[in-house]
């Protein structure tokens, strides 16, 4: 399987939008990559920290004050350690590449899924969870996930490309649906 660092994308400037604003106590992207995303918080937060299954190919993660850890998810932290949570997961579904950047498993959803279980186990309630959905993805899969916490999703961006449309979604305390802008298939 391919283990070359994602080089940023359309989607990763998508997500990008959604978190460059943000700024607290603590805050994890989830499958960093290059960490362009995260950077951009360290800034802002007082702890940024990021994980990815490979390095970085590019430096700047250590001068803009990002901890990048080489880890599966973010299985090596506690429950609810940080305060905003983000990802973009790989979202394609499996196919003769192999390419840990992209493959996303099963009908695309199961590694994005894993990611969201992780995510959801590591937040802290109060704080904002973050991730990037293909419309080439169910998006029913992770509407349960999040439901089963009481949480709710809501889009926040979106994105036409030449095939799919990409949406970031925002889980949100409250009763579980989507909000009207968000398409279930
Ligand atoms: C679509 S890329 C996004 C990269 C970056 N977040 C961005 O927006 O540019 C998905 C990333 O997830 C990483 N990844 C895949 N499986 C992972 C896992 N189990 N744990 C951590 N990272 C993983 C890949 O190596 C890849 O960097």
């Keep these: 399987m391919s283990q070359k660092p994602y080089p940023a994308s359309e989607d990763s400037a998508l997500l990008r939008s959604t978190v460059e604003h ?4 603590t805050c994890l992207e989830i499958g960093a990559g290059n960490c362009g995303n995260v950077n951009v918080m360290a800034g802002r937060f007082a702890l940024a920290v990021a994980t990815d299954l490979v390095r970085p190919a590019i430096s700047d993660w250590k001068e803009s004050g990002t901890n990048f850890v080489l880890a599966d998810r973010a299985t090596c932290f506690r429950d609810c ?10 979202y394609v579904g499996s196919g003769p590449v192999e390419d840990v950047a992209v493959d996303g498993g099963e009908g695309g959803t199961e590694v994005p899924l894993s990611f969201l279980r992780e995510a959801v186990r590591v937040w802290r ?11 080439e993805n169910q998006l029913k899969p992770f509407e349960d996930e999040v439901g089963r916490g009481a949480m709710r999703l809501e889009k926040v961006a979106e994105r036409h490309l030449f095939y799919e449309t990409l949406s970031v979604y925002e889980a949100t305390a409250g009763s579980p649906r989507v909000s009207r802008t968000a398409k279930s298939r």
Aim: aromatic fraction near 12%.
């Design 22 to 25: 943000l700024s607290g106590g």
């Design 125 to 135: 309630p109060g704080g904002r969870l973050l991730f990037l959905v293909s419309s």
């Design 81 to 90: 350690s940080f305060d905003v949570v983000a990802f973009n997961p790989p």
